[in-house]
């Protein structure tokens, strides 16, 4: 098993420099230069400022050279600063992350407690009524749009009935409130971005946890268990859902990734200081060290998401073993 | 006894008439409250030499001061600086400094920070798009305190307006990197407001600054909400979380068209200081005469445009400057919309339709051309679509293609590689309009991207920036508009109105000219009607 991780751990090293290595050629190879420095055609500024500004940044020096002092300083975990304000990347990252990991984690954990009862239950009473509701409603919320959900909950809750505020994650008193107080209003700046950015998870997890079940219910071993006369509820919960979660565990893996991404769209609305807008704007002003900071941070999780899906794999399934 | 109390009964009847006769004007006005205004975009920085962005400049307007500053008339009044006399045929300008100007830290305010301010913003390390006007400075020495000498080059008239430019403290920022100083995160000026905090992409927060040299502002708090979305922020003035946004066309006419919004919300429509035009390569064989362009420009109803995109809020232009300053000519008349005019003058320029397929020709070339706009401006493409069917009955077909921001200026703009693009011009309150039309400002990534070149524009625009003497001012840019319009090397299309609303618990929010921000400091709201509670220090 060491072996094995330590094989997998290693093989990361080369795959992360490849992927940044590709990553900053496309970036730079791409049509457009970096915004900041264009001064979006403000005539005050002249041409010799903004190639001057070009120096500064070191864009005028070859594409390799650039990348070389890109992946030096990289290695030493030094990001590079932004362009246009001069800011640590590492700090505007950081800024946006507990933002974004706070959303993400709580709608994972609403997703899972709601997804997985709503399928299973779909499933053990397929084709009746309930199911067929579920499908329906399940069905809808998966194809409203984000954004729409979002607005019709801001008129509802925030406007008609006034019980939550609309964006943002604190009030304008922010700082001038205890810490129990402060407590209380991060938590109402979440609700809806929370419930809003898991019910279209929901509704597409359930009808996998659905399928799964279904499958995982038309195996042999449950004829088994059933002729054995195990209660229905030993046959549903103790052999059926256990092997249906199985699949469960990659979604998880895959989701570790997607914990530090943010919805743009999503963020947009609610007006949420997260990770996606920061980047979206990064990747729109062609901030190339905050760009490559990203590529960086995804690829690094994605990577360590599939290692550790495949590692719990091999504890939570005992037909599979990594040898020697 | 009772005489001297008369007596004093009367002096303090004289002191009533001295201390309370004003106080109705402007003593009353109750302290306390906050504005909260709502901003699509986070500001990038609050250092003012490195700010380009709205944001960023909208806020550092609050925190610094330049020496001199437009008043509501757009005229330049003096701002940090108490008077200035300009000698020597404009080529030395002396600033007289306020003397009672204190730092949000309380360090006196001198020429010393103005020296500063100035070598940072010529220093080639610092990252200022701002240098341009500053390097015609030949030296700047500070007499004493409150006093320095600037002499230039050679006479730059623009170069008064130039510092109104933010003045840096040097206290603090002496021997620091500007670029990557905290500074930028936490700055010090000598404005209204005093900056609080800034929690990014979240909100400014702003004080009111007790010391003040003007007075102190009777807003405790300004706040710079960052909203993302447009259509939050509707969301956000119907639930009053926000007291000031701007509105689209539709949202000013109908959606706050309500109850709520008229007992809430005073609406405001200015002119604003934008315009949209369309600008021909004029390389490109097609717009070489000039026939054509006063053709094109005779196809399109820009009345049309304003009622459909706009729905009527804007108004139509004929040349470069802003509407309401002393530099538009409103001699100019517009050429009215008229298809026939405009078929008999490319007839005349030799284009024809001579295979009857509706399209024209010349040479054996049809006149069909692309027009390139940004991707994001929904109203540059509608507008674009209504010209195209306006130019198609004339026999021109005119293509549309919509390319990323970034891509648009590097790839096309700067390249010149386009035969016609839709795009705007701000227009700053100094009419100088020199890098946008002068023959010497046609290289790559320079404004004169369409290669427009007339000699006598070109000797005006230099006129322009030479003579101090507004009057002679005046008659150049009036001819440059003139020449503009006949010449027709864009054809102007509109400015749209500036459509915003403000809480209607502000008082003293009064439109002049040059906007409505002019006076904030003396924005109010009484005791009774105050939102946001007060805050200690």
Redo the contacts between chains.
Sequence with gaps: MITYLAKRLIAIIPLLLGITLISFFVIRLA??????L?????????????K??EK?EGLDKPLFTQYKNWLWNMLRFNFG?SI????LVID?IM??LPVTLTINILSLFFLFLFAIPIGVKAAVKANTAFDHITTLVTFLFFAAPTFWLA?LG??LF??QL?WL??????S??F??LSWWGKLVDLSRHLILPVIVSSIGGIAGLSRYMRSSMLEALSQPYIYTARSKGLSEKQVVYKHALRNALLPLVTIVGLSIPGLLGGSIIF?????I?GIG??FYEAA???DINLIMAEVVLVALLTMMGNLIADISYAYVDPRIRYKK | MARIIKSFLIELSLVAIVFFIPCKASLCQDYGD?L?SASIADA??LNPI?A?DTASSEACGLIFNGLVKYDKDINLTPDLAQSWEIKDDGLVIIFHLKKNVRWHDGYPFSGADVAFTYQKLID??V?T?????FERVRSLEVIDDYTVKVVYKEPFVPALSSWGMSILPKHILEGQDL??SAF??NPVGTGPFKFK?W?????I?LVANPDYFEHRPNLDRY?F?????E??IF??L??Q?VDSAGLSPLQYLRQTDTRFFKQYYRKFKLSSFVYTYLAYNLSDRKFADKRVRQALNYAVDKEELIKMVFLGLGEAITGPFYPESWAYNHNVKPMPFDPDKASQLLKEAGWNDVDKDGVLEKEGEKFVFTLITNQGNEERLNAAQIMQRRLKDVGVVMKIKVV????F???Y??KRKFEAVL?G?SL?REPD?Y??WHSSKT?????NFIGYRNEEVDKLLTEGRRVFDQARRKACYNRIHEILYDEQPYMFLYAPDSLFVIHSRLREVSPAPIGIGYNMIDWWVPKKEQR??R?AE
């Design positions: 049509p457009g230069k970096p915004v900041m264009q001064q979006s055609l403000n005539p005050k500024i002249s041409l010799e400022e903004i001057r500004l500064l600063r246009g304000d001069g800011r505007k800024e946006r607005l801001m008129q925030c406007i006034k505020p609309i964006s943002g994650i604190t304008l008193d700082e001038y963020e947009s609305i609610f007006s200081p807008r920061l729109m002003m062609r | 906050a909260v990038r920085t490195l380009s080639p390390k990252k798009p701002y240098s341009g006007d670029n990557t930028s995160r905090r929690r990014s992409q979240e909100k927060e706040i909400r960052v909203i993302s979305d259509s939050t969301l956000e119907e639930a979380g990323e921001w970034s891509v200026l590097s790839e703009i700067n795009l011009w700053p309009n890098d946008i290289r790559e990534g320079e404004f946001y509670s805050i």
